[in-house]
């Protein structure tokens, strides 16, 4: 693919995407002081070169039970088994990294039931696997759907926030239908009603209704991701630390209040905390940990690993220069399970 330049005014449009996914492109250029027809065009030139696009997925107490699995390969099938875990709808997201894993896997499933099956009889099958260790997520208490690249002033941010805070609305339950609006909102987040409408067999204000209960009680949750050519943090890191459980809850705002980090989640194992962490060179990897020795002194770094491909991102399958170029659906109920 030929390179393309982006600028200041891309990486603008982004963040105030981010802020509100779902903003009119009026809306939008109004905040950015840019004729609505630009931030459009814009815009779907980066979505369809697959270096911006925004997905939905289930979040409060729709969110799928996860875990984070950590893969050893036998040697030269490291890239085989990223490409081949890729293909599984389980596996939101897959990772090569450097250090003590090969490959780095976010495995997700409607619950802990199906989530066992996948983690005790399906990634063992993957020809070229030759260790895993998995590590439930128990929480997460910093999502890279918050991520910014600081692109906007405080007042653009302000007027792109959020009526509500999400999860203020009722904890409805959540019926396949919803799954249905949240499994084609994944695929475009900023598909329209009545293209929405269409894809889930409802009326558009039928859809508009059911969409806006589940942003009122936070059981939906959309997030703008981009290749390394929108951002100036090109570096991916990991880290594996572990709290004591009475410092847990102390330390969930210092992580949020940390330069480069992305996400943060509990985990169960023999390490209780990772930090994920988008970084402008390798020589930041340990300058962010000596940061966080100083902010979070209760915090035991036990290892890190850098990201050396990123095969897929939240069900986005990734070129090599980190450009989406295909989806593969998540599982979002047992209906979706292979």
């Not at 402008?280 to 300058?287: C, G, T």
Request: hydrophobic letters at 40%.
């Amino acid at each position: 693919m030929a390179a393309t330049s982006y600028d200041e005014l891309d990486v603008a449009i982004v963040d105030a995407v981010r802020s509100a996914p779902r903003a009119s492109w009026r809306s939008l250029g109004e905040v950015l002081g840019v004729d609505p027809v630009t931030v459009s065009r814009r815009w779907a030139r980066m979505e369809s070169e697959g270096v911006a696009w925004v997905a939905a997925h289930p979040s409060g107490h729709a969110t799928p039970a996860c875990a984070l699995v950590e893969i050893d390969c036998a040697p030269g099938r490291t890239t085989e088994v990223a490409r081949t875990l890729a293909e599984h709808p389980q596996a939101a997201t897959v990772k090569v990294t450097g250090g003590a894993r090969d490959v780095l896997v976010l495995a997700q499933a409607p619950d802990l039931a199906s989530l066992s099956v996948y983690l005790l009889d399906l990634v063992g099958r993957v020809p070229g696997i030759a260790k895993i260790r998995s590590h439930v997520v128990t929480r997460s208490i910093l999502q890279a759907s918050n991520w910014r690249e600081g692109a906007l002033d405080p007042e653009q941010r302000r007027r792109l926030g959020p009526a509500t805070e999400p999860g203020s609305g009722r904890a409805d339950a959540v019926d396949r239908t919803d799954l249905r609006i949240v499994r084609a909102l994944h695929l475009d987040g900023r598909m329209s009603f009545e293209r929405l409408a269409e894809q889930v067999d409802l009326g558009p204000v039928s859809v508009r209704r059911r969409l806006s209960r589940l942003q009122e009680a936070g059981l939906i949750r959309f997030r703008c991701d981009i290749s390394r050519h929108l951002s100036g943090r090109s570096v991916s890191a990991v880290y594996f630390g572990s709290l004591d459980v009475q410092d847990m809850r102390a330390a969930e705002k210092r992580i949020r209040s940390l330069p480069g980090v992305r996400a943060c989640t509990f985990v169960a194992g023999p390490f209780n905390v990772t930090v994920d962490a988008s970084l402008r060179s390798a020589a930041e990897v340990h300058d962010l940990e000596w940061r966080m020795s100083q902010e979070l002194p209760a915090l035991r770094v036990q290892d890190r690993s850098v990201v050396l491909s990123m095969t897929k991102l939240l069900g986005r399958v990734l070129d090599a220069e980190g450009r989406s170029v295909r989806a593969v659906p998540l599982v979002f109920d047992e209906g979706d399970q292979p």
